[in-house]
């Protein structure tokens, strides 16, 4: 009985450490995810025609102005107006 009670702390242990490496992991790189994410769907959107280059300025504009939203989507919108990261605006 104390064996399979040490192996379950164990692994209870591990688990937990697991968890939060995760979650810490995934903070930091939730920002980059996030430009990321948006930049390919606003590539897609112009590749489309659905929105046009000046539209696009526009809409990272509004955002990055934007104090109904939190800070970190300010910030990565502001960093969306140079362009996406890894990318040449043509």
Do not use: N, Y
């Amino acid at each position: 009985m104390r064996i399979l009670l040490a192996w379950l702390i164990v692994l209870v242990a591990f688990a937990g450490s697991a968890t939060t490496f995760a979650i810490w992991g995934s903070r930091k790189v939730a920002a980059h995810v996030q430009i990321e994410t948006s930049c390919m769907l606003l590539d897609a959107a112009e590749k489309e025609g659905w929105l046009s280059r000046s539209a696009r300025f526009d809409l990272i504009q509004k955002i990055a102005a934007s104090s109904k939203l939190s800070a970190s989507v300010r910030e990565a919108a502001d960093q969306m107006r140079t362009g996406c990261p890894g990318r040449k605006i043509p």
